[in-house]
C-alpha cells in the first residue's frame, strides 16, 4: 500500500474520451508522484452488459447502467464525466449536489446558460472541477507561451489558428448526437480547442467577427429517413485581443484528409512561432535576431527540459503521445483537489470558452463584429 490517501473515481461513457480518461489516470499514477491514490470505484454505460463489459477491460470495481446510482454512491469521490454534451449538465449538477468533485471532457456544456449553471453551482458548493481539454497541457504549448511572454518573439501582432478534421467530410455518414444542436457543430466540438488554446497563448479575446457555415444539409438517419443538418461544418472567426494583437481561427470537421490538425502561427515584430498537432512534439521558431542569409524556421524537439516531458522519457525527440497529455491534465487536477494548486482549467474556464463559441455563433448570424462577454 502506498499509504496516500484513496481518491475513488466513477466513470460515465466508455468511449472514445471514457478510454482515454481511464489510461490518463493510469499513466498519471505511474508518472507523477499524486497526492492520492487513485481507485477506479464504478463505470456507468447505456447497459448493464455495456458497463460490465468496460469494468472487466478498464479495471473498475464496479458496473451499472444508471449514472444516478453511481453519483449517489458515497463510496466515490470524483464523477468523471464523458458522455454526449446534452448530458452534462444534468450528470453535473447531480454530481455536484451530492458533493462530488467533476472532471467534464469538453465542451462543458451545449450552451453558455448550461455551462454557467455548472460552474456557478460548483463554486457555490467547493467542489474541485475540471474540463478536458489536454491539448493544453502539452509541454511545447508551455514553451511557446514563455517565448511570447519573455518578449523574444518582440510585439505579437498576429494570430493564426487551425483545427481541421475530417471525421464529418462523408456526406453519406448518420446523424450523429454532433449534428443535433444541442452537439454545437464543429465549433464547439473542435473549435473550442482552437478557442482555449489562442487564450492560452496570447490573454483575452474581446471582439470576434464570425462566420458559420452547414455544407452538408442533411445526413441519413438510423432509421432509413433524412435528417436536416442545423449545426456549422466550418466555423471560422477573426479575433481581437486584449493585448491588441489581431488573428483569426477556423473549425472545421469536414477537411478531406485531416486526421488531427491543431495548428497556430504567432507573429510578431522579432520572430513567429508555428505548431501543429500533427507533429506535437515540436515547435518551429524563426527569428529575425539570426543574420540575414542564415534566417529560418528552427524546430525545437520536446525534451526532458520541457517539464513534465523528463518524467515520461528520458531521451529528448522521444516524444509524447496523446494519452500522455492526459495523464499531465490527471496530475493537475489531482493537485488542484489537495489543495497544492488552483484549478488547471475548472468549469469557469471552461464556461469562458462557451461564451466565446456562443458569440461567434451570434455575430455569424448577425453579420457583425460583437463584443465577448467577460
Not at 453511481?70 to 468523471?80: A, G, K, R, T
Not at 482555449?196 to 457555415?213: H, K, N, R, S
Request: aromatic residues 8%.
Amino acid at each position: 500500500m502506498s499509504g496516500k490517501p484513496p481518491l475513488r473515481i466513477g466513470l460515465i461513457g466508455t468511449g472514445f474520451m471514457g478510454k482515454a480518461h481511464v489510461f490518463g489516470f493510469a499513466m498519471a499514477e505511474k508518472v507523477f508522484d499524486l497526492p492520492y491514490a487513485i481507485v477506479l470505484r464504478t463505470v456507468a454505460d447505456v447497459t448493464e452488459e455495456a458497463a460490465a463489459r468496460a469494468a472487466a477491460d478498464l479495471g473498475f470495481a464496479r458496473s451499472t447502467s444508471d449514472w444516478r446510482t453511481l453519483v449517489e454512491d458515497p463510496e466515490i469521490d470524483v464523477v468523471d464525466i464523458t458522455a454526449p454534451n446534452a448530458l452534462h449538465r444534468e450528470m453535473a449538477l447531480a454530481a455536484i449536489a451530492a458533493g462530488k468533485h467533476v472532471y467534464c471532457e469538453k465542451p462543458l456544456a451545449p450552451s453558455a446558460a448550461d455551462a454557467r449553471a455548472m460552474a456557478e453551482a460548483a463554486a457555490a458548493a467547493g467542489v474541485v472541477t475540471q474540463v478536458g481539454f489536454n491539448y493544453l497541457c502539452n509541454p511545447m504549448l508551455a514553451l511557446a507561451r514563455d517565448l511570447i511572454a519573455s518578449g523574444e518573439l518582440g510585439e505579437i501582432r498576429g494570430y493564426r489558428g487551425l483545427h481541421a478534421e475530417d471525421y464529418m467530410a462523408d456526406a453519406d455518414g448518420v446523424f450523429t448526437f454532433r449534428h443535433d444542436t444541442a452537439g454545437g457543430g464543429a465549433l464547439a466540438d473542435i473549435g473550442s480547442h482552437a478557442l482555449a488554446t489562442a487564450e492560452f497563448l496570447l490573454g483575452p479575446i474581446t471582439q470576434v467577427m464570425g462566420d458559420c457555415v452547414t455544407m452538408i444539409g442533411e445526413r441519413p438517419d438510423e432509421r432509413g429517413g433524412r435528417r436536416a443538418v442545423e449545426v456549422d461544418d466550418v466555423g471560422r472567426a477573426f479575433l481581437r485581443f486584449a493585448s491588441g494583437a489581431q488573428g483569426s481561427i477556423e473549425a472545421n470537421w469536414i477537411a478531406t484528409g485531416r486526421k488531427m490538425q491543431h495548428d497556430f502561427e504567432v507573429y510578431g515584430s522579432r520572430g513567429t512561432l508555428h505548431f501543429s498537432q500533427e507533429r506535437f512534439n515540436e515547435l518551429h521558431l524563426y527569428t529575425t535576431a539570426d543574420p540575414p542569409g542564415r534566417r529560418g524556421f528552427r524546430r525545437i524537439e520536446a525534451a526532458p527540459e520541457h517539464p513534465p516531458y523528463g518524467r515520461f522519457c528520458v531521451a529528448p525527440g522521444h516524444q509524447l503521445g496523446f494519452n500522455d497529455l492526459k495523464a499531465i491534465e490527471v496530475a493537475g487536477y489531482l493537485r488542484a483537489i489537495s489543495g497544492e494548486t488552483a484549478e488547471p482549467f475548472g468549469f469557469t474556464a471552461g464556461l469562458r470558452i462557451q461564451n466565446l463559441v456562443e458569440t461567434i455563433h451570434r455575430s455569424s448570424s448577425e453579420g457583425r463584429w460583437l463584443a465577448v462577454p467577460a
